[in-house]
């Protein structure tokens, strides 16, 4: 899997907006990376990916709020996330894909969670 690094969160109040950075040590090339966040008491739920031609998914939990984009030239995919509310405190990481599928135009992007090597993430506490 590439090296990545996650940056960016912090506290932010309800309804707010939050950009989170994840960062690769060498360049993003034809990977997909996949948004993963891990409330407390929760488990790790998959909420967004981009591929490297910019086709994108989103979970329900967070569909018309969050955006992703990818910036080849900086190594960096960003997670916009806007009109945040309590449920989306969570820590927040991101991963390349180990494999990305289209059947019937539905995209799916795949991460061996059980395999994958889970860093420190960025948290995101959204609270009044």
């Known amino acids: 899997q590439l090296q990545l690094v996650e940056s960016g969160g912090g506290l932010a109040q309800p309804g707010e907006s939050l950009t989170l950075s994840c960062t690769a040590s060498?360049?993003?090339?034809?990977?997909?990376i996949v948004w993963f966040r891990q409330g407390p008491g929760k488990e790790r739920e998959q909420i967004s990916c981009i591929t490297s031609g910019g086709d994108s998914l989103f979970a329900n939990s967070v569909k018309g709020r969050f955006a992703v984009s990818r910036n080849n030239a900086k190594s960096t995919v960003y997670l916009q996330m806007s009109s945040l509310r309590p449920e989306d405190t969570a820590v927040y990481y991101c991963?390349?894909?180990?494999?990305?599928?289209?059947?019937?135009?539905?995209?799916?992007?795949?991460?061996?969670?059980?395999?994958?090597?889970w860093g420190r993430g960025t948290q995101v506490t959204v609270s009044s």
């Open positions: 060498g360049t993003l090339g034809d990977y997909a």
């Open positions: 991963k390349s894909a180990d494999f990305v599928s289209r059947l019937g135009g539905k995209l799916t992007c795949s991460v061996d969670e059980e395999a994958a090597v």
